[in-house]
T-cell receptor, first 114, second 112 residues
């Protein structure tokens, strides 16, 4: 059973702090990793994708990937109350040689306090 | 560039009925995937279509089916609805496998 694990939270950080979200995955052949943000009652919104080991930065967001440890993380710098949402980690599945689907973690709920 | 469009946004159905949901992908995207989201199970993969062919299927009963048309639009059908089918159904499109997937607004299905 291929799995993606995340701490459910809630993770509470003060405004202006760094929020650190973590994710582990079980399938060693996974090649693509994504972070989605989902506000309550809305659909997931892609915020970061990462395909190779190391860090990838986009504005206040940094994704980190370590394939050897099967670990991917998301850092949010200068957290804002508008960042309060559930963050979903997703990994490309590998069924029958096709990586057409995503396997999602249950999500980490982030709360940024003013 | 228009995003992924799902219709309808909300549906209320009775147990035993069937329902058809529609998804129009981003222009140029040939892959369409469907997901079910519930509070207890999170986001679960239903199936994926690419160039009118089902390429992958998740672990759902045969009551859940889908298809894709030549213009890449996709439909999913759920027959003999059960209370447990109440969920947010999400469609995502991408250019090809192993690339970024973009979600539509979802269809909220309530079975009573």
């Amino acid at each position: 059973q291929k799995e993606v694990e995340q701490n459910s939270g809630p993770l509470s950080v003060p405004e202006g702090a760094i929020a650190s979200l973590n994710c582990t995955y079980s399938d060693r052949v996974s090649q693509s990793f994504f972070w989605y943000r989902q506000y309550s009652g809305k659909s997931p919104e892609l915020i970061m994708s990462i395909y190779s080991n190391g860090d990838k930065e986009d504005g206040r967001f940094t994704a980190q990937l370590n394939k050897a440890s099967q670990y991917v993380s998301l850092l949010i710098r200068d957290s804002q109350p508008s960042d309060s949402a559930t963050y979903l980690c997703a990994v490309n599945g590998n069924y029958g040689g096709s990586q057409g689907n995503l396997i999602f973690g249950k999500g980490t709920k982030l709360s940024v306090k003013p | 560039k228009a995003g992924v469009t799902q219709t309808p946004r909300y549906l209320i159905k009775t147990r035993g009925q069937q329902v058809t949901l529609s998804c129009s992908p981003i222009s140029g995207h040939r892959s369409v995937s469907w997901y079910q989201q519930t509070p207890g199970q999170g986001l679960q993969f239903l199936f994926e279509y690419f160039s009118e062919t089902q390429r992958n299927k998740g672990n759902f009963p045969g009551r859940f089916s889908g298809r894709q048309f030549s213009n890449s639009r996709s439909e999913m059908n759920v027959s003999t609805l059960e209370l447990g089918d109440s969920a947010l159904y999400l469609c995502a499109s991408k250019v090809r496998e192993n690339t970024e997937a973009f979600f539509g607004q979802g269809t909220r299905l309530t079975v009573v």
